[in-house]
T-cell receptor
Framework: AQKITQTQPGMFVQEKEAVTLDCTYDTSDPSYGLFWYKQPSSGEMIFLIYQGSYDQQNATEGRYSLNFQKARKSANLVISASQLGDSAMYFC?????????????FGTGTRLTIIP | KAGVTQTPRYLIKTRGQQVTLSCSPISGHRSVSWYQQTPGQGLQFLFEYFSETQRNKGNFPGRFSGRQFSNSRSEMNVSTLELGDSALYLCASSLAARVGYGYTFGSGTRLTVV
């Protein structure tokens, strides 16, 4: 079973609009971390934001915020006021606490294109 | 602070050859992980090292191996290359191999097998 599901293969958004990228996850581990990474065409994975399973508040980092709904196992990334430089692949990932399972598990990604 | 450095950036090899990729983590980071990224399979975990010990290994054949040195630098080796090994290989370093600690990735090594 997929541990991380990203259902939007591609999205087109007008510049300056807000955009929400969906991510659902599956784990039985009570302790886990959720990450969002951005991958431009150059290939480097750029860390955007992190949410711990025990965090009470939604994480925010500048224009990025994470809409964490634990009961629904959902961790959507919200980008406010999108910019042309936001065009890239976006990956949701999870790290579990179970020994031997601490690796990052990635979703299939969403290709975001910002239209001027 | 220097980031994660992967060398080389690009590599072209012939089927049957072997290849070694290098990763220098952020200073102070003791955990190094390797991932393979292909259009068909996406991002797949290869292995993770912490303090020179392999802690975790993904579902890859024995042709894929790695090691970590005392200075935390890591290498991965692929022997008897196949066309399907063509991929972007990403290295990531972390302060600790635990939940709550994020990964910083390098720019990757793009391997092409011909």
């Amino acid at each position: 079973a997929q541990k991380i599901t990203q259902t939007q293969p591609g999205m087109f958004v007008q510049e300056k609009e807000a955009v929400t990228l969906d991510c659902t996850y599956d784990t039985s581990d009570p302790s886990y971390g959720l990450f969002w990474y951005k991958q431009p065409s150059s290939g480097e994975m750029i860390f955007l934001i992190y949410q711990g399973s025990y965090d009470q508040q939604n994480a925010t980092e500048g224009r990025y915020s994470l809409n964490f709904q634990k009961a629904r196992k959902s961790a959507n990334l919200v980008i406010s006021a999108s910019q042309l430089g936001d065009s890239a692949m976006y990956f949701c990932a999870m790290r579990e606490a179970n020994f031997g399972n601490e690796k990052l598990t990635f979703g299939t990604g969403t290709r975001l294109t910002i239209i001027p | 602070k220097a980031g994660v450095t992967q060398t080389p950036r690009y590599l072209i090899k012939t089927r049957g050859q072997q290849v070694t990729l290098s990763c220098s983590p952020i200073s102070g980071h003791r955990s190094v992980s390797w991932y393979q990224q292909t259009p068909g399979q996406g991002l797949q975990f290869l292995f993770e090292y912490f303090s020179e010990t392999q802690r975790n290994k993904g579902n890859f054949p024995g042709r894929f191996s790695g090691r970590q040195f005392s200075n935390s630098r890591s290498e991965m080796n692929v022997s008897t290359l196949e066309l399907g090994d063509s991929a972007l290989y990403l290295c990531a370093s972390s302060l600790a191999a635990r939940v709550g600690y994020g990964y910083t990735f390098g720019s990757g090594t793009r391997l092409t097998v011909v």
